[in-house]
Structure formats: C-alpha cells, structure tokens
C-alpha cells in the first residue's frame, strides 16, 4: 500500500515534470518568437511600408548558412542544432520520430515531413533521392481524404503540393528539344554562371526539385554557384531544416534577408552577392532540361549586352505534368502593361539551322533570365522602387532596349515553370501592381502612358492622389542614353497596335437599353469568342475604340476586331493589312447612338438574357415567343434603345 502510494506520488511528480518541461518549452516558444516579432519590429517599422524604402546593403543581411563555409570548417558533419538560432524550436515529425528521446513536441497537422540528408539511413552523410525515384509512397492517403489534403495544400500554395511531393526531387524531364540542337557546339571557354534564386514561403519540394535540377544539368565548369535567397520567409520547413540540407549540397549558398525585399530586390541582392560572370535568376518553382545553360551562356558571351531566356515550358498546378511549349516563341506586353508569351510564326526559310535560331523578343518573362553581370549593373539592375512583385520584369526589358541591349529566346534551351493556380500569398495592398506600373508608365512611356492609364482606371486614379518619385530612374535615363517609348514601338516591337482613343469613340462601349457595357468573357486570351454584355465594369478591362479605319478594336493589345460572325458579333483577330475588310468595318451615327456593320449595314443591338426578340417592353411572354441569348447582335435599325450606344470615356482626356 505504501510502495504503491509511493510510486504514484512518484508518478505523479514525474507528471509534474513533464507537464512544467512542457510548459516551459511553449513558454520558451512564445517568448523567442515575441523577441524575434519585436526584433523584426523595430527594424522595419510598418510592415505594409517596409518594401518602401529598400536599402541593399549589406549590413542588413544575415549570411545563416553557406555551405562552402562549413563544409571547410566542419567537413561532413552535421552542424549541431544548438547553432541555430531563432528557429531551432521547430519540430519537424520526420526529425522526432528519428530522436524519440526527446519528449518531442505534439505533432502539428500538415507540417511538413521533410526529407533529410540521411534520414532514411541513420547516417549524416547526406544520401539524396536518385533520378526516376518515386519517393515517399507511404503519404499516399486513400480517396476522399487524398482529396481534401490536395485541396487545402492548392489553397495554401497555389498548386497540388501533395501530388508534388510524391514525385522525385530529381525527376528528369522528357528531351523536348528541336533534333538539330544536339549538334550544336559550345565554346569551352563559356563564362560561369551564378544561378540566383529567390523564394517566400515556396514548397519545400518545388524549390528544392528547382535547386536539384539546376546541380543535375548545368556543367561543374560553367556553374560557379547557386544562390538561394530568403526573402523572409515564415514557414517552419524553410528554416532549419532548409539551412541544414543546403549545408550539405556541394556550391549552394543560402542567404536570408532580414526583411521583405520583393523579387526586384531580393534578385538585386543576389546578383550584389553573386561571382560568376553571368546571372541566372530563375523562380523557386522550375526544373532545368538537360543541356538548358550552355546555349544560354553562348549567346550572352558573344554579346554581353545581350539577355536571353530559355523556352519556358509550363508544369500544370494540377498534376504536376511537364507540357513543352511550342516554338517559336516570344515575350510581348499589351497596354495594361501584362506579359505574355505569344506564338511567333516567322517566314519559312530554306536553311534548316533556322529552325534553332534565336528570337528576338520585346520583353522576357521573370520566369528564368541570363543577363551579363556588369550589363546589369550597369544598366541599373531591378528597379528599387517597384514594390514585391509585377510588372518588373516590364520594366527591365524596356530598360534593356531602350538603353543599348537586347533581349531573345533561345530555343535550344528549355527551362519548365511550375504555373500557379492563384498566388500563394496575399499581397500587403491590392494596389502593388498598379503602382509598379505606373513607376513604368511614369518613367518610360512618355505620352503613350495615356493609353494604358484609361485602360486601367485604378491606376488612373492612384496617380492623381500621389505622384511616384522616379527621379533616380529619371537620371539613370538620362545618363545611359536611353531612347524614347517611340523608338521602342517602332523598332523593337512594331506589331504592337497603337490605339488612337479618339474623345467620345473610345472608352467603354455603353448601351442605353439594358444599361450595361459590352463585354468579352473570354477574358483577354483567345479570338473567335462571341462578345456578350454585362454590367459596366470602370476598370477599364471593358475599353474599347473605333478607330479612323472604321474597326472597333477591342483587348489590352488593341488586337482584336468587332467581327460579324453571322448574326451574332464576336471578336477575330483584326486584320493587318489596310484598308481592312468592310467585314471589320462600323460607323457610329452620333445623333442616333446607332453602330452600322458596313458589309450588313445592319446595328449592333444588345440582347440580355431572356428578352424577347423585336417586341418592346416584353410584357406578352406567350408560350411561342421565342426568346433569345444573351449577347450582341447584328439586327435591322431601328430606334430601338438596344439600339442605342455611347463610348464613356473612363479618364479625363487630359487626365495623367
Ligand atoms: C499542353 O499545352 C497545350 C497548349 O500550350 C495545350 O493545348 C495542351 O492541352 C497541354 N497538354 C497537357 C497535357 O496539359
Ligand atoms: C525622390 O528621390 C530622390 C532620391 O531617391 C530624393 O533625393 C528626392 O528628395 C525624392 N523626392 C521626393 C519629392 O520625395
């Protein structure tokens, strides 16, 4: 009775123990984390204002782990976990289950089980998945379940990192390359190659696959290093336990910024760090096609004021599946300031090798770009007053042109994006991309700038309220020369429709009888799509012109026509030579709001859905009127208020 009472007084202090150990632990926890919050505080005061004033010095960098470091200093030994700082409290599942001593901390739901050098093993040495290495199939969860953790990891980061995590971090992709591209012949004396790759809170598989396949396929000799850069990331599995993998992979470097720099910035820092004569910035979420960097580095050799991007093959959020996009291609933006990659058929030439000739391109994506290391110092690098992310990559590539460089897209190199479904992240303020656009608009666009300001009305009204302070990018334009938007439009890319956005046949296209605006729900991609109607949007996503050819010009490129596809109107691709076909041809009656197709001389009308075709009102809904769709038609004129049309200009005239 005694011994009994003694052991569970025994127990029962032991419990205590625990309980205070446990106590202390989370106490632990929430003070570092208060310390680590306080110290982030006080360096960046507002966290909504901190990306406004960026400093790239070095002294607000905190160099965590570099692997060439340690490895001189420690050889293969892991560095003990006592070395970490304000993350060492992190429990990762697959790191407690190794060390069960420890009381480890409850498991939270949907950590991470994170692969650790070794850890299969029970050795330090770090042993890697191998190519074609299906990895982790014990996650695989039965049905519905299965379902349910893939849609929540879509919601948390853009794209199915569960089916991600189930493929190899060193998949090989399928060889997409055009046959002639193998008979190719590099230089062996390329310059090297500083790989910099910035991330915020990306999957720990995506960005670790991207690292793993540029180790896999760029040359030892061209490949001087691989930057990764924190751009203050808060996920647990980018701390530690990133540090602790990267220590052992042979050329990687982590750096972590202490504050939030956004891509422009953090690429910026990366290439302030960097020792190889050429950048590669690449996404956190790519993977490299065999032979993807010598091409690349070919081109920027033979002309260091050349930059180049690789074919930008697409891995679908969904599935994870690797499409190859069809060459060729190049980079193109419209007048609301978007990227896209656009098909570029060129005239069939007799010399095959043309086949793999590179493209000149109007601009490049942000995706992956090779850029000579003095160019781009020289050339002012990213912009530093552009906010986290959007339209950078614009602004550097009307930069490049203007300022004595150039851009293409070199075929024989193919790098795959991962697309995302949404962003990952919520952005501080709905107004960062506009206001980055309006930084190019402001600085580059002269009195173009005009044309995307009404086709984007937020940004209209941002810069009425405040002006942004571009005088150093002013200066720098000045001091490198840097030619005019005019120039821009007219050598670099003179595909690109300038819209005339005539006073009162411009703006948004008005219909009187069923007070609404017409409207292209195919959104802005492909032709052919019927036009429809619907509530007036003021954004100026809705903008359209009718221009002195007589077409209505629809689209944030201005290129695609008001077409008559039988009765109903829908959008073709306009035409290119003048003067157009009387198919593409309107003309607006002022007095009675009528729009005339020429070829039909019928009026455009308006339909909302369900109304009643030719009686007024609709009052008598018998059984056997026919009721139509909704959409726009061509019907015979009549003072008809569907009938009845005015283009509502969204932005002052001398707005801007
Ligand atoms: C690959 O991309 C093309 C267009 O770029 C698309 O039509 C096709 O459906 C895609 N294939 C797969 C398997 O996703
Ligand atoms: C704009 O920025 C420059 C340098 O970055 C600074 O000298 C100037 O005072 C700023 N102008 C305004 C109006 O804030």
Not at 218 to 224: D, E, F, G, S, T
Not at 393 to 409: K, N, P, T, Y
Not at 433 to 455: C, E, F, G, P, V
Request: aromatic residues 8%.
């Amino acid at each position: 009775m005694r011994l009994w009472g003694r052991g569970r007084a025994l127990r029962q202090r032991m419990l205590c123990l625990w309980l205070l150990l446990l106590v202390l632990a989370l106490v632990m926890l929430g003070v570092t984390d208060l310390l680590y919050r306080d110290q982030n505080q006080r360096r960046v005061p507002s966290p909504s204002r901190s990306f406004h004033h960026r400093v790239h010095s070095p002294v607000d960098l905190e160099v965590i782990v570099d692997s060439r470091d340690s490895a001189a200093a420690g050889g293969l030994d892991l560095p003990p976990l006592t070395s970490l700082q304000e993350d060492q409290l992190l429990i990762v599942p697959s790191f407690a289950q190794r060390s069960r001593a420890t009381p480890a901390a409850p498991q939270k739901k949907g950590t991470y089980r994170v692969l650790l050098p070794g850890a299969n093993k029970g050795t330090a040495a770090p042993t890697f998945l191998t190519h074609g290495d299906k990895g982790k199939s014990p996650r695989v969860k039965p049905g519905s379940l299965q379902k349910d953790v893939e849609v929540s990891s879509v919601q948390k980061y853009g794209f199915n990192e569960v089916a991600s995590e189930r493929i190899s971090l060193r998949r090989g992709l399928p060889e997409a390359r055009n046959p002639a591209c193998m008979g190719e012949q590099y230089s062996e004396s390329l310059p090297s190659a500083s790989v910099v790759i910035c991330f915020h809170n990306e999957a720990w598989s995506t960005l670790l696959r991207t690292v793993h396949s540029v180790l896999d396929t760029a040359p030892k000799q061209h490949l001087r290093e691989v930057l990764l850069l924190d751009d203050l990331s808060q996920h647990g599995h980018l701390k530690s336990v990133l540090s602790e993998y990267v220590a052992h992979l042979d050329g990687v470097r982590l750096i972590r910024s202490t504050k939030r720099l956004g891509i422009g910035g953090c690429r910026s820092l990366g290439a302030a760090r960097a020792a190889g004569e050429v950048l590669v910035f690449m996404d956190s979420h790519c993977e490299c096609l065999k032979g993807w960097l010598e091409p690349l580095l070919e081109r920027v050799a033979q002309d260091r004021t050349r930059v180049v991007s690789p074919v930008m093959d697409v891995i679908d959020w969904q599935t994870l599946r690797y499409n190859a996009t069809q060459w060729p291609v190049r980079g193109v933006f419209d007048w609301r300031l978007d990227f896209h990659w656009e098909p570029y058929p060129r005239p069939k030439e007799k010399d095959s090798n043309s086949a793999i000739q590179p493209v000149r391109s109007p601009a490049l994506g942000g995706g992956v770009l090779a850029i000579d290391r003095h160019f781009f110092q020289s050339v002012g690098a990213y912009d530093p007053g552009m906010l986290l992310l959007g339209a950078e990559q614009i602004e550097l590539s009307i930069r490049v042109w203007s300022c004595g460089g150039s851009m293409e897209v070199v075929p024989c190199s193919r790098v795959a994006h991962l697309n995302h479904h949404h962003l990952p992240y919520l952005l501080p303020d709905q107004e960062v991309l506009q206001r980055n656009k309006i930084r190019i608009a402001d600085t580059w666009m002269d009195a173009y700038r005009k044309i995307y300001y009404s086709r984007d009305t937020l940004a209209h009204f941002i810069r009425q309220s405040e002006s942004p302070n571009v005088t150093e990018q002013e200066s720098l334009k000045k001091s490198l020369g840097c030619r005019n938007f005019h120039w821009f439009l007219t050598t670099v890319y003179p595909e690109l429709y300038i819209p005339q956005d005539r006073p009162a046949l411009s703006g948004e296209l008005y219909n009187v009888g069923t007070s609404s605006c017409a409207d292209y729900p195919g959104g802005k991609g492909q032709p052919g799509g019927a036009m429809n109607i619907a509530p007036c949007s003021g954004t100026g996503n809705q903008h359209c012109e009718l221009n002195s050819m007589g077409e209505v010009r629809w689209g944030p490129a201005g290129a695609l026509c008001f077409d008559s596809g039988g009765e109903k109107v829908a959008l073709s691709p306009c035409p290119t030579h003048q003067p157009s076909d009387s198919r593409f041809q309107w003309k607006y009656i002022k007095l009675s709001g009528q729009l005339v197709h020429q070829q039909s001389q019928l009026c455009l009308e308006a339909m909302k859905e369900g109304g009643l075709l030719h009686s007024d009102g609709g009052q008598e809904r018998g059984v056997n009127t026919p009721t139509t769709e909704k959409g726009l038609f061509l019907r015979p004129c009549t003072h008809h208020p569907r009938q009845q049309w005015h283009f509502e200009q969204l932005v002052a005239p001398k707005g801007a």
